[in-house]
């Protein structure tokens, strides 16, 4: 598992777009997370599901709730990484109102989530291979703060968690 003071790994994630937006073009987009991650800090959180009950009921809905508290403490960007493809990713962003604010951005294949080793196989489920629940700080695409919850827990990965170790 990723670690405070590594660098992110490369890895390909794909957000969607409705509309042309900064050069990119209609509907799902690539990004390399090293180039996005790029003199910025950033607070990614990851969650098993897009459509999940807490992931909607609580994860995105905090995030939001503490945008400019987490901007005032000098975050560029709050992304949100989940499993799932990027029109899932979109839709569910436009249910929750991310607007500019969160970065829906889809790890479809896992490809992030397992280079970073919070990676989960819930197949018991019905679900696959998922992301565990955590939240992290990046700050020029170093991990300076990780908290990863214990499964079926929801504390340590809040947007006030992640506030009170910025």
């Not at 607070?43 to 901007?71: E, Q």
């Not at 929801?154 to 506030?163: D, G, K, M, N, R």
């Given at each position: ?134 939240a992290m700080v990046v700050k020029d695409g170093v991990v300076t703060a990780l908290q990863v919850e214990a499964p079926g827990q ?10 009170a170790v910025l």
């Open positions: 598992m990723i670690q405070p003071g590594q660098p992110l790994p490369d890895a390909t994630l794909y957000e969607f777009f409705e509309v042309e937006k900064d050069g990119c073009a209609l509907g799902p987009n690539a990004f390399s997370v090293q180039h996005l991650a790029e003199g910025k800090t950033i607070v990614i959180f990851g969650l098993p599901g897009a459509f999940t009950p807490t992931c909607s009921a609580r994860h995105v809905p905090g995030y939001l709730a503490n945008y400019d508290a987490l901007r005032a403490k000098g975050v560029d960007e709050i992304w949100c990484v989940s499993v799932n493809d990027a029109f899932v990713m979109g839709a569910w962003a436009r249910t929750q109102g991310t607007d500019d604010k969160i970065r829906m951005l889809g790890d479809g294949s896992a490809e992030f989530t397992s280079k970073l080793g919070l990676d989960q196989d819930l197949s018991k489920r019905g679900m696959g291979v998922r992301s565990q629940r955590y929801f504390s340590v990965s809040s947007a006030e968690s992640i506030l």
